[in-house]
């Protein structure tokens, strides 16, 4: 194991911590006397227009920075990743989520501790294109011989949170009059929720586990195949016996997993198991056999292109040098704001309702995978590592928790996402909406780094403690993100982006940022609690005194 470089040992830490000793902000004056600076920090990635020209650096931060990167290594160790080599040290395993999306007959072919991943890959997606064909076409029907006409995905975490997320994103896809639901939580709710309305003979479930043990996903797939049979029979169909029950559960569900003896027991045909590997984390699957949903719901071709944006941006990571490597040079800036300016959190502020749950998504990517208090060798960080990732669609949240981005005494970066053509072009007496849409975008991102003096307030007419109230500080750092259209492309290039931002903060801070030993102890102590819950007052003996009275306290009210 190679032990991570100690980014604070750099000689370009040093430098950094020298610039920001010497650091005023000034976006007024860094604009006004330099004219080139909009175009020298506009770069292109794919599709998408990044400009980081409103962010709080100079030439000579961003050139300190570049050299940071050059120093703890971040273009060896993504070669390293792309390679196969086992980066993942805790679990020793390789990290190849952007194998997923390598096209077909790609040389030199993948070949990753003597398997043929390139092989392996195109397999499965061609069984997963194959199949959704056959659920689109009406060749695979359910028990009584109708069409699906609607998918319903199991599963939590990066099994639900990217295609519920990719789902939205792509509404204006779903052509095919099959609609996709999505259930994660273990809260009977979101079940009870999601299968009201449903006609359960056209109803396909989706069980997304891949070791097919996730106590919230099995949990709630044999709440769905309750559902079946109590709703077949209450239909008229004939579900009284073993046989019946599990010719319904044959026609009704299918599995993403590795595990197929557990997906037969359940009563799930193997053949109709939908496996990825254990070198894709959940969070960086949406891509993987974890998209089946999507593929169904969206179709193969518009899977593909997903794939197809996701691998526009691996090689541009790649290829281009680190100075004008966008996801790498974003990377920067987080490294910048969380250890030299106290930066704790960042907003994702999307400009399209379609993308509202892209914040969502992203807390996963980059919490799960950069929340880490050691290094991967084992030894524990030299300095703060992570930051809170949060947001809303604009312009929802201009109502909301803008004020304290404008006004508050926090600083937070934010990345403001946008695409010049809406999916649904409306006009409101003339007025293009989403022209109007468009210029709270640019308005917030002008305000947010300029803001407004006080003698800008006083020149308005304010007077007295209202021009205190009504001066904005500005240097409010903010990157926007601009592409044409919201296309399954696109989206695969956002996706990407953020993954190798998360990827390259990971190895500037020397962390492994793709494994989530954080969320095992309270699975594992859930376990424990559950029976207590239930009653037993030997394990209600063994937990601490809150907990023994919250149980109580359940035990008194519920009903």
């Excluded at 994660?184 to 989706?206: A, C, R």
């Excluded at 939908?274 to 193969?300: C, M, Q, T």
């Excluded at 990971?506 to 239930?534: C, H, M, R, T």
Aim: charged share 20%.
């Amino acid at each position: 194991m190679n032990a991570p470089i100690d980014c604070t040992s750099t000689s370009a830490w040093a430098e950094l911590e020298a610039h920001k000793s010497a650091f005023t902000p000034d976006l007024r004056g860094w604009f006004a006397a330099d004219a080139g600076r909009v175009e020298r920090m506009s770069l292109p990635l794919a599709d998408l227009h990044v400009d980081l020209s409103k962010n709080l650096v100079t030439d000579e931060i961003l050139a300190s920075l570049v050299k940071l990167a050059e120093e703890t290594g971040v273009a060896d160790r993504y070669a390293a990743m792309l390679a196969g080599e086992h980066i993942n040290t805790t679990e020793d395993r390789a990290v190849l989520h952007t194998a997923l999306r390598r096209p077909a007959g790609m040389e030199p072919a993948l070949v990753v501790d003597g398997q043929d991943v390139d092989s392996d890959v195109q397999e499965v997606l061609a069984s997963m294109s194959a199949f959704a064909e056959r659920v689109r076409s009406g060749e695979w029907l359910g028990i009584t011989g109708k069409k699906v006409e609607t998918i319903v995905n199991i599963g939590i975490g990066g099994s639900d949170l990217g295609p519920v997320m990719v789902y939205e994103t792509l509404e204006p896809y779903a052509t095919a009059g099959i609609e996709a639901r999505f259930v994660s939580n273990i809260d009977p709710t979101d079940m009870g929720q999601k299968v009201k309305g449903l006609d359960p003979e056209t109803t396909l479930f989706i069980v997304a586990s891949k070791t097919f043990t996730t106590l919230e996903t099995l949990t709630n797939a044999r709440l769905a195949r309750d559902w079946l049979w109590t709703a077949l029979a209450e239909a008229g169909v004939a579900v009284g016996t073993d046989e019946e029950k599990a010719d319904a559960v044959a026609h009704h569900f299918v599995a993403v997993s590795t595990a197929l003896d557990k997906v037969a027991a359940f009563g799930i045909d193997p053949a109709n198991a939908f496996g990825f590997w254990d070198w894709v984390g959940g969070r960086y699957s949406v891509d993987s056999a974890i998209g089946l949903s999507l593929s169904i719901a969206l179709g193969p071709d518009v899977f593909g292109d997903l794939l197809e944006g996701f691998h526009a941006v691996d090689k541009h990571v790649a290829e281009t040098p680190l100075a004008e490597n966008v996801p790498v040079l974003m990377g920067l800036l987080n490294v910048w704001y969380v250890n030299f300016l106290g930066a704790q959190s960042h907003a994702v502020l999307p400009y399209a309702q379609q993308l509202h749950r892209f914040p969502a998504y992203l807390q996963q990517l980059t919490m799960e995978s950069n929340g880490k208090s050691v290094r991967w060798d084992g030894t524990p960080v030299t300095t703060e590592t992570g930051e809170i990732f949060w947001g809303e669609p604009g312009t929802n949240g201009q109502h909301a928790f803008y004020q304290l981005i404008h006004q508050g005494t926090k600083l937070i970066p934010a990345d403001f996402i946008a695409v010049a053509n809406p999916a649904y072009p409306l006009e409101d007496g003339g007025q293009d909406v989403h022209a109007l849409f468009l210029a709270n975008y640019l308005a917030q991102t002008k305000a947010l780094a300029f803001g407004k003096t006080a003698e800008e307030v006083e020149a308005e007419g304010t007077t007295g403690a209202l021009v205190a109230a009504r001066t904005f500080a500005g240097n409010r750092p903010t990157t926007s993100i601009f592409a044409p259209s919201l296309t399954p492309q696109v989206l695969g290039q956002l996706i990407a982006l953020y993954e190798h931002i998360t990827f390259t903060q990971g190895v500037i801070w020397g962390i492994n940022s793709f494994d989530q030993w954080g969320v095992e102890l309270g699975k594992k102590l859930a376990l424990e609690i559950a029976p207590a819950i239930e009653g037993d007052d030997a394990a209600l003996s063994a937990q601490d005194a809150s907990t023994q009275a919250l149980i109580a306290y359940y035990r008194a009210n519920r009903k």
